[in-house]
């Protein structure tokens, strides 16, 4: 699979990624087996999404041992930073690890930043000083939060609803994204798209890109870890 650079993040990852959210409708044993086929595969990058402790404990318990090859990213609604500071810490416990490589603040209505007084950024900032974080993204599916983000260069990278069907206008700014220096990530569909090379080949010609999809077990993931064994990707 070919090897792609968040901009600044300093992550460097597969293209392909799997979003960890269908976990909860297995037990443990199964989110371990399921997992290690994707780790097998290939595949390194693993949204766990938001502060879940029963998702989060999956999620843990299938990559004991193997946490160093893997780059997790973790997504926090805005709310107080005491508030945050808590759902951190339970799910850096559940998951049984010091840190995430990438905490997303996730679908906000303004877009946070330094010195705001709701002080949620500043709050993340504080964790990323302290070593529980190593960079600091945004996921959000308002075009203006986007293009705010990409103006004001305070985030490592930007998750968006990206796809084969988006419109030519939207697919540019994975290209602003890059030119801002920022990592582009899609964010995962629902369900495994029929034609999966084709939602690939789509965003491919804009650059590095990560692809998430979502860690359910069927045909769609089976396809997906097939091509994560391709060199060509």
Same mark, same amino acid.
């Given at each position: 699979?070919?090897?792609i650079s968040l901009?600044?993040?300093g992550i460097?990852?597969g293209q392909?990624?799997?979003?960890c959210?269908p976990?909860?409708?297995r037990?443990f044993a199964e989110s371990?087996a399921?997992m290690?086929r994707?780790?097998?595969a ?14 989060q404990?999956?999620?843990g318990?299938?990559?004991?041992g193997?946490?160093?090859?893997i780059?997790l990213?973790?997504s926090f609604?805005?709310?107080a930073?005491?508030?945050f500071?808590?759902q951190?810490?339970?799910?850096l416990r559940?998951?049984k690890?010091?840190?995430l490589?990438?905490c997303?603040? @996730?679908?906000p209505?303004?877009?946070p930043r330094?010195g +705001?007084?709701e002080?949620f950024?500043? %709050? $993340? ?7 529980y ?6 996921t959000?599916g308002?075009e ?5 983000a990409?103006e004001?260069g305070?985030?490592?990278t930007l998750?968006f ?9 939207l697919?540019e700014y994975?290209?602003f994204t890059?030119?801002a ?9 629902e369900?495994?798209p029929d034609?999966i090379a084709?939602?690939l080949?789509a965003l491919?010609?804009?650059?590095d @890109?990560?692809?998430l ?5 069927? +045909? ?5 870890? %097939? $091509? ?6």
């Amino acid at each position: 699979m070919k090897e792609i650079s968040l901009g600044r993040s300093g992550i460097r990852t597969g293209q392909l990624g799997l979003e960890c959210g269908p976990l909860l409708k297995r037990s443990f044993a199964e989110s371990r087996a399921l997992m290690e086929r994707a780790l097998d595969a290939g595949i390194r990058f693993l949204d766990i999404g938001l502060p879940i402790e029963e998702l989060q404990k999956r999620v843990g318990h299938a990559i004991a041992g193997r946490r160093r090859q893997i780059v997790l990213a973790g997504s926090f609604a805005p709310c107080a930073p005491e508030a945050f500071k808590d759902q951190l810490k339970m799910v850096l416990r559940a998951l049984k690890t010091d840190y995430l490589d990438l905490c997303q603040i @996730h679908d906000p209505d303004y877009l946070p930043r330094t010195g +705001d007084a709701e002080g949620f950024y500043d %709050a $993340m900032t504080d964790a990323k000083k302290a070593g529980y974080i190593r960079s600091i993204g945004i996921t959000t599916g308002s075009e203006d939060v986007a293009l705010h983000a990409l103006e004001y260069g305070w985030y490592d990278t930007l998750q968006f609803p990206w796809g084969a069907a988006s419109s030519e206008e939207l697919l540019e700014y994975i290209g602003f994204t890059h030119e801002a220096d920022m990592g582009s990530i899609s964010v995962p569909p629902e369900e495994y798209p029929d034609d999966i090379a084709h939602e690939l080949e789509a965003l491919a010609q804009y650059g590095d @890109h990560l692809f998430l999809f979502p860690l359910e077990e069927g +045909d769609g993931l089976d396809a997906l870890l %097939a $091509m994560s064994r391709e060199e060509r990707l």
